[in-house]
């Protein structure tokens, strides 16, 4: 089986089915302008409190990520924390003047992290969810993903629907995650803190295979080397924001602003290109 998979066409093929999608009603209609669709909750917007007055005191922008889940947020060989979401953090701190610090967290625990005020916000390739929007906002989205099977090269299936007792691992606290359970087929869901070590686990024969984003799996064949491939169609589209916290109205406004300038300056198609060869912001 060939490994070596062409991301641009894949990416391509993903966009089509956003498109699909968007036609028969099952995402939000982004329209001309890719940054117009998330509602907001105002929440009790607190008046004497203003984190984004608070981030241009201080100079700086603290934003979570998990650090394992390349190429969007990674540590390199260096022990630099790297990718497109780093990048993009950046882009938008600098929008805002100020320096942007990453913070990692276990994704299990990353909403709670926010909602606390550990740290100002997730920019960290998080899906936009009905059952996250009651906890928090989001950003207009900044990239399209689909959710992903991959399984063991020697799987002779063309779905995941077709394996029977299927043991497939998912990052703890995913949208994956909740997908399985309704899944009759697969009866032993592995969970992990990474999908390194979930791809890992493929690869040590402890799992038929994992769901992952179509771009990340794709990431981790082509890079580590994974005797993994994509089997099926993705299982679903998911629109990536950028978390903030209920009260932080104008912290979202600011976001959304800097997003939309990053957008029609280049600068957000130019860090794409860098990590993907390509645009993942569907219009």
Known sequence: MIRKISIFLVIMMLFFMVGCATEEGNLTDTGTDPVE????????????????DEIKERGTLTFAMTGAYPPFNFIDEDGTLIGFDIDIADAIAEKIGVE???????????????????????IGSMAI??????EVNFSH?????GAQFFGREDLAVSDLSEIENASVGVVTGTTFQNFLVEMENVTDILQFESDVDNMRA?????SDGLITGLLVGLHGIEKFDMPLAPIGDPLYI?????AIRKDD?????????????????GTYEEISYKWFGTSILDN
């Open 238 to 242: 998911e629109e990536i924001g950028i």
């Open 37 to 52: 669709d998330v509602e907001v909750d105002v929440g009790d917007n607190d008046s004497t409190k203003d984190t984004l």
């Open 141 to 145: 989205p900044y990239y399209y993903d």
């Open 100 to 122: 942007a610090e990453p913070i990692t967290v276990l994704w299990d625990g990353i909403l709670t992290g926010l909602t606390s005020g550990r740290f100002d916000m997730i």
């Open 129 to 134: 969810t009905e059952e996250r929007l009651k």
């Open 202 to 206: 493929v690869q040590q024969g402890r």
């Open 249 to 265: 109205i104008a912290l979202l406004e600011a976001v959304n602003t800097a997003l939309q300038e990053i957008i029609e300056d």
